[in-house]
């Protein structure tokens, strides 16, 4: 059962323009969500995260929303660039672990190309 | 500051062997975990450690074994390699509050078992 999805493995965009990663999941007792971003050969990355009493949270050219009724949240990336080329995962946490840890779910990625 | 640092890099295993990936700390996270990556799958956890001793099983365990003698290192054992582990493996680790959210990740082992 896939609680974190992200339906499109690739999007393709032209440099400049906006990239729209997409996430959507299933556990209404989510409160906390986070973007990674992963190069070949590397691990991943922390980009951005939102609580879940917010709809929105903004780094730079990263945006991050949140729209709890329709358990759906974007990274929006403006403008992009051929740097942002990458996989990007999605991730929902809920469960504190045993001594007080965050169990993180993860979404199956989507790979991003950014085109000059 | 090194980061979280995994090795090897790459390993080939036989169905049946064993063996240890090896992952390291020096940022003096509390929170340690193990992580596989399988296409169509996401990063799925394996195991955690929430400090020296103290270790927990995440969603995927079968096959693994983990301990935490120090606050810096955190290997996977391997019992008995089989086909199914064949994947890519990340560490991961993180200072508890304030950022008990953010997972910092080393780069990875790739696995493949013959």
């Known amino acids: 059962d896939q609680q974190v999805k992200q339906n499109s493995p690739s999007l393709s965009v032209q440099e400049g323009r906006i990239s729209i990663l997409n996430c959507d999941y299933t556990?209404?007792?989510?409160?906390?969500f986070l973007w990674y971003k992963k190069y070949p050969a590397e691990g991943p990355t922390f980009l951005i995260s939102i609580s879940s009493i917010k709809d929105k949270n903004e780094d730079g050219r990263f945006t991050v929303f949140l729209n709890k009724s329709a358990k759906h949240l974007s990274l929006h990336i403006v403008p992009s660039q051929p740097g942002d080329s990458a996989v990007y995962f999605c991730a929902a946490s809920a469960i504190v672990l045993t001594g007080g840890g965050n169990k993180l779910t993860f979404g199956t990625g989507t790979q991003l190309k950014v085109e000059l | 500051n090194a980061g979280v640092t995994q090795t090897p890099k790459f390993q080939v295993l036989k169905t049946g062997q064993s063996m240890t990936l090896q992952c390291a700390q020096d940022?003096?996270?509390?929170?340690m975990s193990w992580y596989r990556q399988d296409p169509g799958m996401g990063l799925r956890l394996i195991h955690y450690s929430v400090g020296a001793g103290i270790t927990d099983q995440g969603e995927v365990p079968n096959g693994y074994n983990v301990s935490r003698s120090t606050t810096e290192d955190f290997p996977l054992r391997l019992l008995s390699a089989a086909p199914s582990q064949t994947s890519v493996y990340f560490c991961?680790?993180?200072?508890?509050?304030?950022?008990?959210?953010?997972?910092?990740f080393g780069p990875g082992t790739r696995l493949t078992v013959t």
């Open positions: 556990n209404s007792m989510f409160d906390y």
């Open positions: 940022m003096n996270h509390e929170y």
């Open positions: 991961a680790s993180n200072p508890g509050q304030p950022s008990r959210y953010e997972q910092y």
